[in-house]
T-cell receptor, first 109, second 114 residues
Framework: GESVGLHLPTLSVQEGDNSIINCAYS??????FIWYKQESGKGPQFIID?????DKRQGQRVTVLLNKTVKHLSLQIAATQPGDSAVYFC????????FGKGTMLLVSP | DVKVTQSSRYLVKRTGEKVFLECVQD?????MFWYRQDPGLGLRLIYF???????EKGDIPEGYSVSREKKERFSLILESASTNQTSMYLC?????????????FGNGTRLTVT
């Protein structure tokens, strides 16, 4: 069936580095994607979204890139900070309301 | 900011008990959702609702039911709690019909069934 999945369960980076979290999707008709961040003990929080008429969208220290040709999107976090440590989910609400397992970002000083 | 409030942060219940998990949102959202989150399994959708008195099954509805009598409130019911329902339960809401709208989550209820 259709699915959205992250590539790596865990990503470890040094403070100050840039982080890239990748996600693949399978539904060619998908036209809207969302990234969420879940900190320990909290529910997922919306970070940024992107519609398929865009290739790139920037927020504060975060950028999402969408490659519709290979059905891939990525979340880039610039100058990663300890407060960025969390589990990150990509979501494709067109295909499913179910989330994947997420990628845990670990930031070490 | 949208606020989604789950009535309990932690609950401990016995096998066979009827359990009610309550969720309230304050932004007049049409859509509400219940998920459970387990290590290694991600978030799985139990039930959702697009309007008052409407409900739809998600991916894992077995052993659960829901109630939506008012727009702002969505209750998850475990008719007879079992140990395999020990989990983190997350409620969410979203604005507008259709699916192109972010979900806003509560902070979860960690349920332990003994």
């Amino acid at each position: 069936g259709e699915s959205v999945g992250l590539h790596l369960p865990t990503l470890s980076v040094q403070e100050g580095d840039n982080s890239i979290i990748n996600c693949a999707y399978s539904n060619s008709a998908s036209d809207y994607f969302i990234w969420y961040k879940q900190e320990s003990g909290k529910g997922p929080q919306f970070i940024i979204d992107i519609r398929s008429n865009m290739d790139k969208r920037q927020g504060q220290r975060v950028t999402v890139l969408l490659n519709k040709t290979v059905k891939h999107l990525s979340l880039q976090i610039a100058a990663t900070q300890p407060g960025d440590s969390a589990v990150y989910f990509c979501a494709d609400p067109h295909s499913t309301l179910t989330f994947g397992k997420g990628t845990m970002l670990l930031v070490s000083p | 900011d949208v606020k989604v409030t789950q009535s309990s942060r932690y609950l401990v219940k016995r096998t066979g008990e009827k359990v009610f998990l309550e969720c309230v949102q304050d932004m007049d959202h049409e859509n509400m959702f219940w998920y459970r989150q387990d290590p290694g399994l991600g978030l799985r959708l139990i039930y959702f609702s697009y309007d008052v008195k409407m409900k739809e099954k998600g991916d894992i509805p077995e052993g659960y039911s829901v109630s939506r009598e008012k727009k702002e409130r969505f209750s998850l019911i475990l008719e007879s709690a079992s140990t395999n329902q020990t989990s983190m339960y997350l409620c969410a809401s979203s604005f507008s019909s259709g699916k192109r709208s972010p979900l806003h989550f509560g902070n979860g209820t960690r349920l332990t069934v003994t």
